[in-house]
């Protein structure tokens, strides 16, 4: 245990969030520059990658500068019931519009259980940023005009916007699963429709902020953005907040009515990241600390 405090006392070095309503969808769509202006995808890209290492003896460390010994919170003595597995297995989006010209390879992200997938336009004259969603039941909408798509009865709506229309197309592709896609008026509706036509099964990986050695048991993926993974409708997470306050050693493990929490500094990203475990979980320090130690942060994350 004299190491483990050891090792956790040391600095951290390495170079290496149903259906969303309309304005989460359409938030999706990127506008254009006048006519045609668009939102761009904003990825933070940082020019150094960091290795989050507050570790067990098994954790190797890029730059290992022992620091002052410091006492870890004292373990509860409680019977796990979270269980680590080795890596993690990224959630994918099961579909794909055909590679065009004029459009950057899709982004796929996953949050409160929904897949979407992001196309994002480069032509702006002959093609539009268009999102993919799936969805296990039928949206909330109230209106949109009766359309045949893929064979079956779906409906396209035409909500008013500046600087361009946006066109949302929704329909049932099979036995619980819905698909919805949201794109602007670059296209004519019947583009749109063929546009939905030409989608094919697809494998488009969610791509996460870390890279895990761990991860929870039995709990799925429910949101892989580029600051949090989440598991069991956030029953566990982790994730990368920008920098406050902690104690002088950088860390605090705390446990209260909501659960367990596990919070380290992570200097080179004057970040935090976040580790929680709610009240239906019952999780050892010793494996919260251990999950910590395997969370090796990406220069796709972006704290938030």
Not at 23 to 35: F, I, N, P, W
Not at 77 to 83: C, D, F, I, K, N
């Given at each position: 245990?004299?190491?483990?405090?050891?090792?956790?006392?040391?600095?951290?070095h390495?170079a290496?969030?149903?259906?969303?309503?309309?304005?989460?969808?359409?938030?999706?769509?990127?506008?254009?520059?006048?006519?045609y202006?668009?939102?761009?995808?904003?990825?933070?890209?940082?020019?150094?990658?960091?290795?989050?290492?507050?570790?067990?003896?098994?954790?190797?460390?890029?730059?290992?500068?022992?620091?002052?010994?410091?006492?870890?919170?004292?373990?509860?003595?409680?019977?796990?019931?979270?269980?680590?597995?080795?890596?993690?297995?990224?959630?994918?989006?099961?579909?794909?519009?055909?590679?065009?010209?004029g459009?950057?390879?899709?982004?796929a992200?996953l949050?409160?259980?929904?897949?979407?997938?992001?196309?994002?336009?480069?032509?702006?004259r002959?093609?539009?940023?268009?999102?993919?969603?799936?969805?296990?039941?039928?949206?909330?909408?109230?209106?949109?005009?009766?359309?045949?798509?893929?064979?079956?009865?779906?409906?396209?709506?035409?909500?008013?916007?500046?600087?361009?229309?946006?066109?949302?197309?929704y329909?049932?592709?099979?036995?619980?699963?819905?698909?919805?896609?949201?794109?602007?008026?670059?296209?004519?509706?019947?583009?749109?429709?063929?546009?939905?036509?030409?989608?094919?099964?697809?494998?488009?990986?969610?791509?996460?902020?870390?890279?895990?050695?761990?991860?929870?048991?039995?709990?799925?993926?429910?949101?892989?953005?580029?600051?949090?993974?989440?598991?069991?409708?956030?029953?566990?997470?982790?994730?990368?907040?920008?920098?406050?306050?902690?104690?002088?050693?950088?860390?605090?493990?705390?446990?209260?009515?909501?659960?367990?929490?596990?919070?380290?500094?992570?200097?080179?990203?004057?970040?935090?990241?976040d580790?929680?475990?709610?009240?239906?979980?019952?999780?050892?320090?010793?494996?919260?600390?251990?999950?910590?130690?395997?969370?090796?942060?990406?220069?796709?994350?972006?704290?938030?």
């Open positions: 245990m004299d190491d483990l405090e050891q090792r956790l006392a040391r600095s951290m390495g290496a969030a149903g259906a969303p309503p309309d304005a989460q969808l359409l938030s999706k769509v990127h506008q254009r520059s006048g006519r202006r668009r939102r761009r995808l904003a990825v933070q890209v940082s020019a150094l990658a960091a290795v989050l290492a507050v570790g067990v003896p098994a954790v190797a460390v890029l730059l290992d500068r022992p620091g002052p010994s410091v006492p870890l919170p004292a373990a509860t003595g409680v019977t796990p019931s979270l269980t680590l597995v080795p890596g993690f297995q990224n959630p994918v989006f099961p579909y794909a519009l055909p590679p065009t010209d459009m950057r390879a899709p982004v992200t949050r409160s259980g929904t897949l979407s997938a992001f196309f994002e336009a480069t032509d702006l002959d093609h539009a940023d268009t999102t993919v969603t799936v969805t296990g039941a039928k949206p909330s909408f109230t209106d949109g005009t009766t359309v045949t798509v893929r064979g079956r009865t779906g409906w396209l709506r035409t909500i008013a916007a500046e600087p361009a229309r946006q066109y949302v197309l329909w049932p592709e099979r036995a619980g699963q819905w698909l919805q896609l949201a794109t602007d008026d670059t296209y004519t509706p019947a583009q749109v429709i063929a546009l939905a036509e030409s989608l094919t099964s697809g494998a488009i990986a969610v791509l996460p902020p870390f890279r895990l050695d761990w991860s929870p048991a039995g709990l799925t993926p429910d949101t892989v953005t580029e600051s949090t993974m989440s598991f069991g409708d956030g029953a566990f997470s982790v994730v990368l907040r920008k920098e406050y306050p902690l104690p002088a050693d950088g860390r605090r493990l705390t446990r209260d009515a909501d659960g367990a929490r596990l919070e380290v500094a992570v200097a080179d990203w004057d970040a935090v990241l580790i929680t475990a709610g009240s239906a979980l019952t999780v050892s320090d010793a494996d919260l600390l251990r999950f910590a130690a395997g969370v090796h942060i990406l220069n796709r994350s972006n704290p938030r």
